[in-house]
């Protein structure tokens, strides 16, 4: 039985404050409703699409490439690119993200259709997956639209190319269950039981962060997206799915293996660098600890792994309006010598040297039912709004912001941000601050009888 959406318990305190709460762009592709999109480019998608790419796009995003990515279009504005901490890789403030969809052949050539088009605006040069989306068939999208931008004159240095691994997969190529997955392993002594996470039935593997099970995944990723290097490779809801099974101590030792194996893949040319895609764990309250966990300790066992030149530099959470926690709240601890201050997560990476990749800026469409009458946001569109507040944080380490989609006329209305430069610092402060509103006295208030 396929589960494709894996879901994520989040701490009470955090769906309860979320509850309260509340182009100008060359089209390059055409819509899948088209006629000639039918013809043409379904052909081009299918005669790409594999299930395991055999031959492998060599490379990797370099200083070089990326730049040059930035320099394509005019119509760009000038700071939409921001510079990566450690390896000076320039990264669009936006980029595109491949969970929403079902496992079909429709949704493939969306996808398909949305990366194209994102990355041949000159605006999006950040391309993310991971295993468990659609069922592998996301990754092997990723694949299929790599190759068509190679074919169009695109280099593999120019973009970003990131993936996940921890959530036990299925196939929707090939029909295999999580069982075969973990089973295979477990027969050959490569993984224990205590090493996988099962669902609250017990019925079924959910999540790992053990060596062989990552071992085995990432070369799934690689064969999947037919490229012989990820630029980013993250452990993926790691500690939403083992902290609420685990002692903090014993989740940050298994933490410790998942990263000497990143470690080690980076130095075989497998991955460039790894991280953490999250989801509560870092916006979380300490008292939550079921889910709360600490960047600076998760960066500590980094050092212990790596040295001080580990490849441990980003981080993936969401960000939105109605999401601002990682932002607003002073939940992480920060120790400098031997004073220790509670700070915000950004502010908590930035003294860790973490780079912050922000998603769900539109909430899966949620934040299309809130409006932002404001004019300071340039944009027309509601999408380009919402994007637009979300990339332009006052922090220096958010580098890009996820957004899916799949069709050309989504990809127009929302990347008619591009055009524009961030919010400045005291703009995006003004809106965001809370506004003190007057009580009126009920007789005034005109009642429909």
Known sequence: MLSHFRKVSLPCSLISNQIRSFAKVESLTIEPTHDLYETFLKEEFTNIYSTAYQSKIPGFATSKGTKYYSLRRQIVSEDHFRTSLN??????????????????????????????ESVETGGVNVIDTAINYRYQKSERVVGAALRYLVKQGYGRDELFVCSKGGYVPEDGDKGSSTESVVGSLIKKGKLAEEDVIRDPTGSEYVHSIHPAFLEDQLERSLSNIGVETLDLYYLHNAAESQLPHLEYDKFLNRLAKAFEFCEKKVQEGKIKSYGMATWA?????PKESKFHLNLQDVVQVAQKVGGDKHKFRYVQLPFNIIMPEAFVEKWQDVKTGDKTNRESFFQAAKACNINVISSSPLAQGLMMQVPLNVDLFKVANLGAKHLQFARSIPAQNLLSTLVGQKTARHVKKNLEVIQYPRLSDEDWEHFFKPTKRVAKADELVEMDD
Not at 281 to 285: G, L, M, S, V, Y
């Open 281 to 285: 764990c870092f916006r979380a309250k």
């Open 87 to 116: 390896d000076d890789l320039t990264i669009s403030s936006i980029g595109i993200g491949s969970y929403v969809g079902q496992p079909t052949e429709l949704d493939d050539l969306k996808q398909f259709n949305g990366i194209v």
